[in-house]
């Protein structure tokens, strides 16, 4: 079993910055990319950052310049700077991760995902 937990999701004001976490445990093998995605009400949940094992790193154009993703592989963890936060960037944000966990059946890849936490940005 894979688990990814998130933390530091809150309250902040117009133009404040926060840091959320993700640390993924369990069974795992290697991971080829992490990432943060987020949904909103009424929206669709929509890729915000995700960084590759290599460091490559892609940003959704709406963040670009203000978020910044990072990842500590030997800790299997992810984190997302986000600076000069905008009411329209309160959503549930969700850390989600591509790895590969060894089964009986060898080798498998997987996609797992976080249980959310909450970011809202005020005005």
């Known amino acids: 079993q894979v688990q990814l937990v998130e933390s530091g999701g809150g309250l902040v004001q117009n133009g404040g910055s926060l840091r959320l976490s993700c640390a993924a445990s369990?069974?795992?093998?290697?991971?080829?990319?992490m990432g943060w995605y987020r949904q909103a009400p009424g929206n669709q949940r929509e890729l915000v950052a995700s960084i590759t094992s290599g460091g490559s790193t892609n940003y959704a154009d709406s963040v670009k310049g203000r978020f910044a993703i990072s990842s500590d592989n030997a800790k299997n963890t992810v984190a997302l700077q986000m600076n000069s936060l905008k009411p329209e960037d309160t959503a549930v944000y969700y850390c989600?991760?591509?790895?590969?966990?060894?089964?009986?059946?060898?080798?498998?890849?997987?996609?797992?995902w976080g249980q959310g936490t909450q970011v809202t940005v005020s005005s």
């Open positions: 369990g069974n795992i093998f290697s991971i080829t990319d």
């Open positions: 989600n991760g591509h790895l590969s966990t060894l089964t009986p059946w060898g080798l498998r890849g997987f996609e797992y």
